[in-house]
């Protein structure tokens, strides 16, 4: 008998260990499509991604050294943001944002147990910083193609 592999991101599967949960199943059902022979899997990568993007969360400290470590806060500045401090690196990004719009920002960053990679504010931070959406979505841990 001959056994089928799937590559998923960076590992490689067995094909017939390829179990999920119920909840993964219906996020990411869209992302593999089994092949007629009914023993490959396919990954449909822009699919996988765009519901990486609406799952992915870390924990405020978990994003704040992402952030620290990819140089976009200073060690200090992440520490800061850590306790619900708003570094003058935030400040700096959401300048073009309405003041009502800043004021928001600055209390869902206070409140915040995870942030969310489907948060828009991300894209404002990420486009101040220089960093593409690829390389936000590795900081939040994708790891596919």
Request: hydrophobic share 40%; proline share 2%; glycine share 4%.
């Amino acid at each position: 008998m001959t056994q089928t592999y799937t590559r998923i991101g960076a590992q490689t599967y067995p094909t017939s260990n390829l179990l999920f949960s119920q909840e993964a199943e219906r996020k990411w059902r869209e992302a593999f499509v089994m092949d007629e022979d009914q023993q490959t899997v396919r990954v449909n990568w822009t699919v996988a991604r765009q519901n990486f993007r609406k799952t992915a969360k870390l924990s405020v400290s978990e994003f704040c050294k992402v952030l620290a470590k990819n140089s976009i806060l200073s060690q200090a500045e992440a520490l800061d943001a850590a306790k619900g401090n708003w570094p003058q690196t935030f400040a700096d990004a959401i300048s073009v944002l309405s003041e009502d719009e800043q004021f928001d920002a600055q209390v869902r960053w206070a409140a915040a147990d995870t942030i969310d990679r489907s948060e828009p504010l991300l894209t404002t931070l990420a486009q101040h910083a220089g960093v593409s959406e690829e390389q936000l979505d590795e900081m939040f841990g994708y790891d596919g193609q």
